[in-house]
């Protein structure tokens, strides 16, 4: 079963930046589908970003598409969430998850592991 360690987040301002990391292990990670999530406060788990370890494929919700980027590194053991001109209504707590299969990528009920979850909190 993959292990999810998350790290980042924090406080901004409107308008700024922020990248989230997310290290995994104990998988074989070729076979798993990431995802980011995002819960605000009296609100469920929302959808944020997906990719799949292997190949090009990611989907992006539309309140972020062109603002925010989930990538992996090189050694394809983590997996990134850059967040880019950042709204205050983009403040919630946020989960990286996995699968281990190819899912389709925004099925919340779908991934099995999850990190911890880290705050961001937007300001205006």
């Known amino acids: 079963q993959v292990h999810l360690v998350e790290s980042g987040g924090g406080l901004v301002q409107a308008g700024g930046s922020l990248r989230l990391s997310c290290a995994a292990s104990g998988g074989t990670l070729s076979e798993y589908t990431m995802g980011w999530f995002r819960q605000a406060p009296g609100k469920q788990r929302e959808f944020v970003a997906g990719?799949?370890?292997?190949?090009?494929?990611?989907l992006y919700a539309d309140s972020v598409k062109g603002r925010f980027t989930i990538s992996r590194d090189s050694a394809k053991t983590a997996v990134y969430l850059e967040m880019n001109s950042l709204k205050p209504e983009d403040t919630a707590v946020y989960y990286c998850?996995?699968?281990?299969?190819?899912?389709?990528?925004?099925?919340?009920?779908?991934?099995?592991?999850w990190g911890q979850g880290t705050q961001v909190t937007v300001s205006s």
């Open positions: 990719m799949r370890w292997t190949g090009s494929t990611t």
């Open positions: 998850a996995a699968a281990r299969a190819l899912i389709r990528l925004s099925q919340l009920e779908r991934y099995t592991n």
